[in-house]
């Protein structure tokens, strides 16, 4: 391996931009492996260098491929197509994320033990992870003998974004293309030093747990978390196929990022399978089912917004020919799966994603499916017999199958009253009163058998749960925040007194509110409790106006609004508003309506400015009269320069009657024409400069009487 410690030295470039990858292959034949490299981006960094692979095995063979040609790229933001132009891969401001794909094709000489590197110095910063080390990327293959064998691949070809404080259920996707059993596992995120290096985690973060509370399906790849901070953290996710004998054939792995947003909707949610016919359900996201027997099984999501319309799609029609897969319904929206399942592609793991449609980020739920074809049990399943039991709601857990009749098998399947996977301990208060189900047996034949649990005391005070409001939101009911069947007539204590069982949010305090029933017979008290929490509502203030002069100057509109509104809003309205001002010169009046976005389960805030733009009033230019003293009256309007607006007012030396200058009965001097302005426009005045000019003297008429020899 000293070769390949020499082959993954740093590469000069920098590019702190990369934000996840893979290194898949396909087998061609006599030992020649197609290898894909795929490459997610940040839009807002470096432009994209030249990629290179290290090969290398442990029979000695070791060799780089540079230059690696780029066959595909596409933008794959998680950006509605309305909003995509925003998108820092097209110059606006929404995260942008642009896929690179490389692929090549090469010769790997039979070896048990061939590994397939990628590395780059820096990767994006993040939350978990110490600095801002490289990335390292690597598959592995065993050509060892004829195998010819493919690695899994990815369906999911994005980068997660997912909102602050929701559950997330997420799958990448991963199938094996020759159904080999796949076991996945987290593990550390890598640089090249130059050799393979575990990155450091922060305080609170490790490999197993790069985000607190991630649980991983073994089986599927499939992920579960609430986050609770926002930022971008690191996964990285390890797949390892086996063969039909248990024999290890290779690995691949997946580097990617989960951004953490803050949300106004909230995103679909899944309870897993259900409702199967001639399958048997053994987990939320597995189901065996019988060779050549059609089976369909249910996928249903919900979304708490009402008003979402939620899409699925999936590769399910792509990975089992001849399967069809039906969607009933948008809010809450049902997925049929029905298949005449074949061997020949079992296991399969299905990938189902779940979209809300919400602009500009949509949220998206994705879940896997892991199927499995089987043959029947050699001896009949038997779950045993029906039973019953009872216990006080805060009595210790109560295992349920010693409760069945009969001789059970073992390593059957619990579920309880809602259908919902059970471990087969009912465990007071937290697990409702009900009917828990037990089922033995695979996808060709099966048995089931039931407990029913029912309360001592009859009390139910629900199960602990928490209600998240906004905090100028309507008063709700503080029992709809209990999970299970919680009983009426309880009472509640908390931060603040509780009247009819209703929080209000603009007049109570968050905090933890208890539900108490009262004890029954040898049952005591039990209770449950609902956390609230509170979401700052936003604030756009309220509506204001804005009368603005035609001719007026760049005015902000943010400041014509009342009350406290909150900054980083939004402006739209019949004219593109830039930099929050209101410009007459470029503008239209009209109404201008400023956002604030709310964060879940808070709505956006709105208010608008009215504009109005007055008209500048004119009253023309400046102009003269000359006339003579003994002059016809004349029209001083006529005399003013431009296009005057008629209804003004004349003032000067002299009264002015119909708007004339008389010479005979008026002084020269400056005449002042002003039209009136509608406010905030002032008035206009214009001046007409009259001059007299003295009339010549003739005198008057006379006679001459004169001798015709007169001197």
Excluded: K
């Amino acid at each position: 391996m000293v070769v390949l410690v020499a082959f993954l030295a740093p590469r000069g470039a920098r590019a702190d931009h990369y934000s996840g990858g893979s290194i898949t292959y396909e087998c061609l034949g006599g030992n020649f492996f197609e290898i894909t490299l795929d490459l997610y981006l940040d839009c807002s960094g470096a432009a994209l260098t030249a990629q290179s692979l290290q090969l290398s095995n442990d029979c000695g063979v070791s060799f780089s491929l540079t230059n690696l040609p780029l066959v595909l790229t596409e933008e794959v933001s998680q950006i509605c197509p309305s909003s995509l132009a925003n998108s820092t891969c097209n110059g606006g401001t929404l995260q942008g994320v642009r896929h690179y794909q490389f692929v090549t094709t090469v010769f790997l000489s039979p070896c048990n033990d061939w590994t397939i590197a990628w590395n780059i110095c820096c990767r994006n910063a993040v939350q978990n992870l110490v600095g801002t080390q490289g990335m390292y990327l690597e598959a592995t293959v065993n050509n060892l003998g004829g195998v010819c064998d493919n690695s899994p691949v990815i369906a999911d070809n994005s980068l997660p974004f997912v909102c602050v404080n929701d559950p997330v259920v997420y799958s990448p996707g991963i199938s094996d293309p020759d159904g080999n059993t796949m076991q996945f596992a987290l593990i550390s995120a890598q640089f090249a030093a130059p050799a393979p290096t575990n990155i450091g985690y922060q305080s609170g973060f490790t490999a197993a747990a790069p985000i607190p509370g991630i649980v991983l399906d073994p089986n599927t790849g499939q992920l579960s978390f609430t986050p609770t901070v926002t930022g971008s953290y690191v996964v990285v996710m390890e797949v390892t196929t086996y063969n039909a004998s248990g024999v290890p054939i290779g690995t691949m792995m997946r580097d990617f990022l989960f951004v953490v947003q803050n949300c106004v909707t909230t995103p679909p949610v899944t309870s897993g399978l259900t409702n199967s016919t001639n399958g048997f359900i053994v987990s939320a996201g597995a189901i065996e089912v019988c060779d050549g027997l059609p089976f369909c099984v249910d996928i249903p999501f919900t979304d708490a917004d009402p008003g979402s319309s939620i899409v699925l799609t999936t590769n399910a029609t792509t990975l089992l020919p001849g399967a069809t897969f039906t969607v009933t319904g948008s809010n809450p929206v049902v997925g049929r799966l029905c298949w005449t399942p074949d061997p020949a592609y079992s296991p399969a793991n299905i990938f189902i994603t779940a979209d809300d449609n919400s602009c500009p980020v949509p949220n998206q739920a994705s879940t896997s499916v892991l199927i499995t074809v089987v043959q029947p049990p050699a001896i009949p399943p038997d779950a045993g017999t029906n039973g019953t039991t009872s216990a006080c709601p805060g009595s210790p857990p109560v295992p349920l199958f010693p409760i069945l009749g009969g001789g059970p098998d073992l390593g059957g399947v619990w579920t309880d009253p809602n259908g919902v996977i059970h471990n087969g301990v009912f465990t007071p208060p937290g697990d409702p009163f009900g009917i828990y189900t037990y089922a033995v047996g695979n996808g060709c034949q099966n048995d089931q058998a039931t407990v029913t649990v029912s309360a001592t005391g009859g009390q139910d005070p629900g199960t602990d749960g928490s209600l998240n409001l906004c905090a100028n939101g309507a008063a709700v009911a503080l029992i709809t925040g209990l999970g299970g069947t919680p009983q009426a007539g309880g009472t509640w204590a908390g931060p603040s007194a509780v009247v009819g069982g209703m929080y209000d949010p603009v007049t109570m305090l968050p905090g933890a509110y208890v539900h108490t029933v009262p004890g029954v017979g040898p049952c005591p008290a039990v209770s449950a409790t609902v956390t609230v929490s509170e979401t700052a509502a936003p604030n756009a203030g309220a509506n204001g106006t804005l009368a603005i002069c035609s001719s007026g100057a760049s005015t902000s509109l943010f400041a014509r609004l009342g009350g406290t509104p909150g900054t980083g809003g939004a402006w739209s309205g019949p004219s593109a508003v830039v930099g929050g001002n209101y410009d007459p010169s470029t503008m239209a009046p009209g109404v201008y309506t400023y956002t604030v976005t709310g964060t879940a389960p808070c709505t956006n805030a709105t208010a608008t400015v009215t504009v109005t733009e007055n008209t500048l009033p004119n009253a023309g230019t400046n102009g003269t009269l000359t006339i003579c003293s003994n002059g016809a009256s004349t029209s001083l309007f006529a005399r003013l320069g431009g296009t005057p607006a008629a209804g003004g007012a004349w003032s000067g030396p002299s009264a002015v009657v119909g708007g004339n200058y008389d010479p005979a009965t008026m002084a020269p001097g400056g005449y002042t024409y002003t039209v009136t302005g509608t406010a905030p426009c002032t008035n206009a005045t214009a001046t007409v400069t009259v001059t007299e000019n003295a009339a010549p003297n003739a005198g008057t008429n006379g006679t001459l009487t004169i001798c015709s020899n007169g001197a």
